[in-house]
């Protein structure tokens, strides 16, 4: 007789799903969406809280995997993303939707990953191992794009996260 296991698993950034956006190619950030208060002690004009959620349902014997399903998203949270009006242009919301894009190109990464993993009945452990990597590997890049875009202060720079990152998000469109 098989025993079988049902595991849901939700890996959130601590961030409630309820309230948040799921990125969409179509649907770009305004400044609407930004509802959290500024932090009038930074330095930044604004700040995009995103993040990847996965959610995994998997089918286990005590021996084997039998099948799972996962899905991973790429997500906005309004209540913790805000900007400082004096400072709101389409020039640093196109930064700050780039960050999002960021998310999503994350997300694709992640989407990627698992479908060419092999897992076996420790799918859960496998899973919050690649779920840490790419979420270290995203937060890094955000970085980078920060550091070499002066926070979107270096136009040219600027224009060249975006050209990259619309070229990523299409080399991997099969994991949209």
């Given amino acids: 007789m098989i025993n079988v296991l049902f595991i849901l698993i939700f890996f959130i950034c601590f961030q409630p799903i309820e309230n948040s956006i799921l990125w969409n190619e179509k649907d770009r950030l305004d400044w609407s969406d930004f509802k959290g208060k500024p932090d009038l002690k930074m330095d930044a004009a604004a700040l995009t809280a995103s993040g990847l959620s996965f959610e995994l349902s998997a089918k286990t014997s005590k021996f084997s995997l039998i099948e799972f399903n996962a899905v991973v998203e790429a997500r906005f949270y309004p209540d913790k993303s805000w900007y400082k009006k004096e400072f709101a242009n389409s020039f640093v919301l196109a930064h700050e939707q780039l ?69 990523e998000l299409k080399k991997l469109t099969k994991y949209k």
């Fill in 99 to 167: 960050h999002f894009d960021i998310t999503e190109l994350y997300a694709r990464k992640f989407r990627q990953k698992i479908d060419q993993a092999t897992f076996t009945v420790h799918i859960k452990k496998e899973l919050s191992a690649l779920n840490k990597s790419i979420n270290m590997e995203l937060k890094e890049m955000q970085q980078e794009y920060d550091r070499d875009s002066n926070f979107s202060r270096n136009a040219e720079k600027q224009l060249r996260w975006q050209g990259l990152i619309q070229n």
